[in-house]
C-alpha cells in the first residue's frame, strides 16, 4: 500500500522551528557547537552550494563575506559550518559491543581490485543478521558514516559502508580534498561499484539474505539508484536524495522510506514527479519532509543537524529495517 504524506502531514510530530533571525547570533565561545538559528538562511543556501561542488571554497568565501561581523570571518564561517567528526562521534571504533573491519569486496564490473569498504557487526551476534548498505555523501567514507554504520550494528544489523573513493586511494581524511577527488570519479564504474558492494553483503553467509539501503545526499540518490537496479533490494531509505527519472522509476520493487528537509528547494524540486512515478507503479513508499530543516539534517557533525527531525527519522529508519528486512 502507498503511503505518501503530505509535508503538513509528516511534520505533525515537530514543532514548527521558529524563523530564522535577521542577523547572525554568535554564542560567547567561537568553537561553541552551532545550529543552523546561528546563522542567515542564505548562508547556509551558500554552504549548500559549496558542499555540492556548484562553488569553491573562494566562492564560498567571496559570498560569504557579508555576513562576517562582529569579528568574525568568512573563514570563520566556514570553519563554523564544516563537519566536527570527534565531537558527534556516538559509537567509539573500539566499542566492544561491535566487530568492525576495513576490507575489499569484489566488483567485476566496476574497480576490481580498488574497492573497500567498512563492515560492522554486533559482537555477540547469533545466527544470521539482516544487512544494510550505507552510503556516504559527496566526501566519501569519512568518519561520520562510519559511526552511523557502527550505529546499526548496535540495532542488531550488519552494517556495510563501501567508500566510493576507494578506486582513487579512499577518504583522504580532509573534506576539501575529498570533495575535489568525487568529480575525477568514472560515475558507471562507481555505480556497479555500489551494485557489487550490496550483492557482495546479500550473499554473506552470515547474511539473512535480507539487506536494506541507507544514504545521505549523493548516498540518497544512490539508494534510489540501487532500487532501480536491484529487483530484490528488500528496502531503501534515501535521505534527501536526488531522484531517477520516471523511466527507471518503473523498474523499483523495494519498499521505499524517503526523508526530505523542508528547505532543500534542489532536492524537493524531484519530488513531485518521483512521487507520481511510484504511485502509478505502484512502489510502496511513505515520504516525510522535516519542517525548519536543512539539507543533510541527519549529520550530526555540521549545525545543519536538527535533533529532533534526526532522532524521528533515524527511529523510523530502523523501524522500517525491522519491518522489512527480518
Known amino acids: 500500500m502507498t503511503s505518501t504524506a503530505s509535508p ?17 547570533v554568535y554564542p560567547p565561545t567561537i568553537m561553541e557547537r552551532k545550529t543552523a538559528h546561528h546563522f542567515e538562511q542564505e548562508l547556509l543556501n551558500i554552504f549548500d552550494q559549496y558542499v555540492h561542488g556548484d562553488i569553491d571554497r573562494r566562492g564560498f568565501l567571496d559570498r560569504a563575506g557579508k555576513f562576517a561581523v562582529g569579528g568574525v570571518t568568512a573563514g570563520m564561517l566556514l570553519d563554523m559550518l564544516n563537519p566536527q567528526f570527534a565531537a558527534a562521534q556516538q559509537v567509539p571504533k573500539d566499542d566492544a559491543r561491535i566487530k568492525a573491519e576495513s576490507l575489499e569486496y569484489p566488483s567485476p564490473q566496476g574497480n576490481p581490485g580498488k574497492t573497500r569498504g567498512y563492515l560492522v557487526r554486533p559482537a555477540n551476534a ?14 566519501g567514507l569519512n568518519p561520520h558514516i562510519e559511526d552511523i554504520a557502527r550505529r546499526l550494528a548496535l540495532d542488531n544489523f550488519m552494517a556495510f559502508a563501501p567508500d566510493a573513493l576507494a578506486p582513487l586511494g579512499g577518504y583522504p581524511g580532509d ?36 539487506i536494506g539501503a541507507v544514504g545521505f545526499c549523493w548516498g540518497g540518490g ?4 540501487l532500487a532501480t537496479r536491484m529487483p530484490d533490494l528488500n528496502a531503501g531509505v534515501p535521505f534527501y536524495g536526488t531522484q531517477p527519472s520516471a523511466e527507471e522509476t518503473a523498474k523499483i520493487k523495494a ?22 512515478a511510484l504511485t502509478a507503479n505502484k512502489v510502496p513508499h511513505e515520504m516525510f519532509k522535516y519542517p525548519g530543516t536543512q539539507h543533510g539534517f541527519n549529520n550530526d557533525t555540521t549545525p545543519r543537524y536538527d535533533a529532533a527531525a534526526a532522532k ?3 527511529e523510523r529508519t530502523v523501524a522500517f529495517f525491522n519491518k522489512h528486512l527480518r
Not at 547469533?126 to 566526501?139: A, D, F, Q, S
Open 8 to 24: 503538513r502531514q509528516a511534520g505533525r510530530e515537530l514543532r514548527t522551528r521558529p524563523p530564522f533571525p535577521s542577523a547572525l
Open 126 to 139: 547469533t545466527g544470521k543478521l539482516p544487512g544494510v548498505l550505507v552510503i556516504h555523501e559527496n566526501r
Open 175 to 210: 573534506e576539501d580534498k575529498a570533495r575535489a577527488l568525487f568529480p575525477q570519479l568514472d560515475n558507471t564504474k562507481t555505480r556497479e561499484d555500489m551494485v557489487a558492494a550490496a550483492t557482495w553483503l546479500k550473499n554473506r553467509p552470515d547474511c539473512n539474505g535480507k
Open 222 to 225: 544512490m539508494v534510489n539508484f
Open 255 to 276: 519498499p521505499l522510506l524517503i526523508h526530505y528537509a523542508e528547505n532543500d528547494e534542489r532536492v524537493n524540486a524531484g519530488w513531485p514527479a518521483y512521487d507520481a
Open 312 to 314: 524521528l527519522a533515524w
